[in-house]
């Protein structure tokens, strides 16, 4: 039975690909594509994987990375 989250992700994958290259990523994210390779060269960046020699970013986990690094709870 498919729950009403992957019912959701598979109507979004129809309409575009849920992947997104280090320019789209970092204009999502509202950063740098630079500081986006530089996140990612040192591990610090959100998850990404490689098709072939593309680097991709999931949508899902450009979201998981932004929620994990929210700045809630962190004294200025």
């Known amino acids: ?3 009403p989250h992957d019912i959701e ?3 979004r994958a ?3 690909s849920p992947f997104l290259n280090t320019d789209q990523a ?3 994210l509202k950063i740098s594509s630079r500081l986006l390779k530089r996140l990612r060269v040192t591990g610090e960046g959100p ?3 490689r098709h072939c020699r593309f680097v991709q970013y999931h949508i899902d ?3 998981a990375w932004s929620r994990e690094h929210s ?3 962190i004294a200025r």
């Open 61 to 63: 986990d450009l979201d």
């Open 9 to 11: 992700r598979a109507n």
């Open 14 to 16: 129809k309409r575009g």
């Open 1 to 3: 039975m498919d729950s």
């Open 26 to 28: 970092a204009a999502y």
């Open 71 to 73: 700045a809630r709870g």
């Open 47 to 49: 998850v990404f994987r």
